[in-house]
T-cell receptor, first 115, second 109 residues
Framework: DAGVIQSPRHEVTEMGQEVTLRCKPI?????LFWYRQTMMRGLELLIY????????DSGMPEDRFSAKMPNASFSTLKIQPSEPRDSAVYFC?????????????FGPGTRLTVL | RKEVEQDPGPFNVPEGATVAFNCTYS??????FFWYRQDCRKEPKLLMS???SGNEDGRFTAQLNRASQYISLLIRDSKLSDSATYLC??????????FGPGTSLSVIP
């Protein structure tokens, strides 16, 4: 089975440029999460969707960040304009709601460097 | 106070040793608890859920203490392959997931 797929795996860009990260969740999963991980702040939840609808975006750092999920098999996280402090690993995860537990399956991450 | 706290370590232990990690959480209404493992430059993966009665999976034992609001992970007979960061995860509510900062473990030959 294919797991969560993210692209690109690595992105190097210059400050001010637009960055788009992509995620394909596991088929059948109804939750999708975007996380950011840095050494200083650890793993932070940015936003999550349920059935393609954004439920909680309180973790989105500022208006430069936006996320969409146009259908059940695709989501994007966009940063415009990018800044050096956005450099981090961005993970996408998906899960299926189960009354017992909701294990999250993570993608391999996108390592973003903003120069 | 952070919602989920862990000792960052690093824990450096010899092969064969027993090591324990603790994690504390602030929301007493939290419903479910997990330990995830993250290898260097990889994504986090579920290691085990933590049940109220405690549970064991091979060399790994997880315990929950609701009264004191902490969970623990015990690793017996440490292997080199256990070297990783261990993340404590708490669900304050069903749809909300909080990851702890992680505890780094290095198992030394």
């Amino acid at each position: 089975d294919a797991g969560v797929i993210q692209s690109p795996r690595h992105e190097v860009t210059e400050m001010g440029q637009e960055v788009t990260l992509r995620c394909k969740p596991i088929s059948g999963h109804d939750y999708l999460f975007w996380y950011r991980q840095t050494m200083m702040r650890g793993l932070e939840l940015l936003i999550y969707f349920n059935n393609n609808v954004p439920i909680d975006d309180s973790g989105m750092p500022e208006d430069r960040f936006s996320a969409k999920m146009p259908n059940a098999s695709f989501s994007t996280l966009k940063i415009q304009p990018s800044e050096p402090r956005d450099s981090a690993v961005y993970f996408c995860a998906s899960s299926y709601r189960d009354k017992r537990y909701n294990e999250q399956f993570f993608g391999p991450g996108t390592r973003l460097t903003v120069l | 106070r952070k919602e989920v706290e862990q000792d960052p370590g690093p824990f450096n232990v010899p092969e064969g040793a027993t090591v324990a990690f603790n994690c504390t959480y602030s929301n007493s209404a939290s419903q479910s608890f997990f330990w995830y493992r993250q290898d260097c430059r990889k994504e986090p993966k579920l290691l085990m859920s933590v049940y109220s009665s405690g549970n064991e999976d091979g060399r790994f034992t997880a315990q929950l203490n609701r009264a004191s609001q902490y969970i623990s992970l015990l690793i017996r007979d440490s292997k080199l392959s256990d070297s990783a960061t261990y993340l404590c995860v708490v669900n304050p509510s069903y749809d909300k997931v909080i990851f702890g900062p992680g505890t780094s473990l290095s198992v030394i030959p």
